[in-house]
């Protein structure tokens, strides 16, 4: 216990001083292996970190950060709210569903819930303001939908995890597909339900009544995001190009968006380059020091310890995941979902193996709980994006965000009762 007691001190110790959490997490087990093994740390260090930075199922990684930056700078988000606006104004909540599906379908092309709260939300923010629908559900509709970006293909979260676990990241994005979907039907049956409680919610609309061919006409909007998301995630699943090759045509095609959209300039180019090297190099040292935390820990014999406490619990599957989930929204106050995922995947992957849980569908746990902690104060991060469109005050926007929250905890219970919802496509894919 004398090992797991040093990991946890200067862990906190580390994360308190505000250390980078890469190398945080570097330090923590350099700390670990000088102290009980006698080994050349410096020389495994220098391996594992080359090692851990040239792994192939990597590469996809800066590639559609760099696409979901391009896209940023787009007029992307004007063209969905422009084709989705007409087919919602009659549904009970009107354009508030505008900020869910948009935020879906833009998730789909960039992976970046931060970057999907931003770009759906300078457009639906004033509109629905303007508008007259009530601040509290639009502010917490966008902040909830947001963290679909985390959840939906491609994602950046899942090729994180599938690094560090080992796991297939085709069958990942395969399983994040349909608890995308269905999660994002909760939060609009939610605002469906809560504007047909409170009909001010939803104010009458001008344009309620556009016509069929007017409706599919401006759905032509909808072509240029529809068109990149099949040829990213299509083009993996038909078994076509590998995770990277789809990102390189991912790349291409948000280059394309931007060129016909004539805002394809080299300050564009120069701006998303630049966003998508500190992106990708902040992950890299996170990533770099989370492997080497990994197999330090492995060394010092801490998962095995960790596994046997617990075990003495004798908690079971589900209450085993009970107490994670716990843990996690905990933790998710405190740390950002990518930190909070790889600092502790090297103890509770292998207690969640042991109970019998399939790596994939634990992939999509976690993505979940880094969802809710994208929206629980003090350090949900969506939440500071919000701030910074509307004004409001965080802790407003917090309580507007709780209904949302509590239908991800609420979807992830069910998620560990049914896993078969997580597992069947990519058992098809597979």
């Known amino acids: ?28 087990g350099v700390l670990g292996l000088d102290i009980f093994k006698t080994m050349a740390v410096q020389k495994f260090l220098g391996q594992d970190v080359y090692t851990s930075l040239t792994s192939p199922e990597l590469a996809a990684l800066p590639l559609f950060i760099l696409m979901g930056d391009i896209l940023f700078h787009t007029r992307l988000a004007e063209q969905l709210f422009r084709g989705l606006a007409p087919w919602t104004t009659r549904l009970p909540g009107g354009l508030l569903h505008v900020n869910v599906l948009g935020c879906t379908m833009f998730a789909a092309a960039s992976g970046s819930s931060a970057a999907t709260a931003a770009t759906i939300g300078k457009i639906t923010s004033p509109e629905l303001q303007r508008r007259g629908y009530d601040r509290d559900l639009s502010t917490g509709s966008l902040a909830g939908a947001a963290v679909l970006g985390l959840l939906i293909p491609p994602s950046l979260v899942l090729i994180v995890y599938g690094v560090l676990t080992k796991v297939s990241v085709l069958q990942l994005f395969a399983a994040g597909i349909v608890p995308g979907l269905l999660l994002a039907f909760c939060f609009s049956c939610y605002i469906a339900i809560r504007s047909l409680l409170a009909r001010r919610l939803a104010p009458a609309q001008p344009g309620a009544g556009t016509g069929l061919w007017r409706r599919l006409a401006l759905a032509l909007n909808l072509l240029p995001i529809l068109g990149l998301v099949v040829l990213v995630i299509g083009s993996m699943y038909a078994g076509i190009a590998t995770p990277s090759e789809a990102a390189v045509m991912g790349v291409a095609g948000a280059l394309a968006i931007a060129a016909l959209q004539r805002v394809l300039t080299l300050r564009l180019i120069a701006r998303a380059l630049m966003s998508a090297v500190r992106t990708s190099a902040m992950i890299g040292l996170i990533l770099a020091g989370a492997l080497f935390l990994s197999k330090a820990m492995a060394f010092l014999a801490i998962p095995a310890q960790a596994a046997a406490a617990i075990g003495a619990l004798d908690l079971g599957p589900f209450g085993l995941i009970l ?44 993505v979940l709980v880094a969802e809710m902690g994208a929206v629980t104060p003090p350090v949900g991060f969506n939440l500071f994006v919000i701030q910074d469109l509307t004004g409001e005050r ?28 997580v597992l069947w496509l990519p058992g098809a894919a597979g």
């Open 1 to 28: 216990m004398s090992a797991i007691l040093v990991v946890l001190l200067a862990g906190a110790a580390l994360l308190g001083l505000s250390v980078w959490v890469g190398l945080a997490l570097m330090g923590v």
């Open 323 to 366: 107490v994670l989930l716990l843990f996690y929204i905990l933790l998710g106050c405190f740390l950002d979902g990518t930190s909070m995922m790889v600092m502790t995947l090297p103890v509770t992957f292998p207690l969640v193996a042991a109970a019998g849980y399939d790596p994939v569908w634990f992939g999509i746990f976690l």
């Open 394 to 421: 965080l802790s407003r926007i917090g309580w507007a965000t709780m209904p949302f929250f509590l239908i991800m905890v609420a979807f992830t219970l069910f998620l560990a009762l049914f896993p078969g919802v």
